[in-house]
């Protein structure tokens, strides 16, 4: 969760690996949908971050961010 925005999570990575690898965020909004940021490429040693926004009138806010992560 972002100190200052409650419905904005954000996943940030690093790739310490040898291999390209792709991510994005899975954020988990309370009693609004759950909702997933954009797919970030990494390159070795490459860093990014990924984002998710809780949305809509039901929104309780980000109650936790995950990683989904695969090999390019």
Sequence with gaps: MHAQDRDLGIAACTNRT???WIFRAVV???RAPDV???WVTLPPGGYGESQGYC???FTSGVGAVGVDERPA
């Design 18 to 20: 040898g291999r390209t």
């Design 28 to 30: 988990t909004c309370g």
């Design 36 to 38: 997933v940021g954009e």
């Design 55 to 57: 949305g809509g009138i």
